[in-house]
């Protein structure tokens, strides 16, 4: 399996940015996917989830401004972050697992993408 994250960034404060997660080796839409993100010295932290059907999950401090969606036909999976915030700066990282259960346990993971927001 192969998670491959791309688009992070420097931006400012207020502004955007769109994440991309491709994904190879596996059956795409037979797998849930997730956005987590770590920021300096702290714990790893659940984003956003997105299950096999469709349905999706977000974080209370993300909801509103950030949205998980998925492509199956193209393998593809995109985190498009609106109204940044400092408190947003962290690596960002996309996983894979046949539930939304599995992610920490028997997930497959991607190497981060960087975003940094500027106050």
């Known amino acids: 399996v192969q998670l491959q994250a791309s688009g992070g960034g420097l931006v400012q404060a207020g502004g955007s940015l769109r994440l991309s997660c491709v994904a190879s080796?596996?059956?795409?839409?037979?797998?849930?996917f997730a956005w987590y993100r770590q920021a300096p010295g702290k714990q790893r932290e659940l984003v956003a989830s997105?299950?096999?059907?469709?349905?999706?999950y977000y974080r209370d401090s993300v909801k509103g401004r950030f949205t998980i969606s998925r492509v199956n036909a193209e393998n593809m999976v995109y985190l498009q972050m609106n109204s940044l915030k400092p408190e947003d700066t962290a690596v960002y990282y996309c996983?894979?697992?046949?539930?939304?259960?599995?992610?920490?346990?028997?997930?497959?993971w991607g190497q981060g993408t960087q975003v940094t927001v500027s106050s």
């Open positions: 080796g596996i059956v795409f839409r037979n797998h849930a």
């Open positions: 997105i299950t096999i059907g469709g349905n999706t």
């Open positions: 996983a894979a697992a046949r539930l939304v259960s599995q992610f920490e346990g028997s997930g497959s």
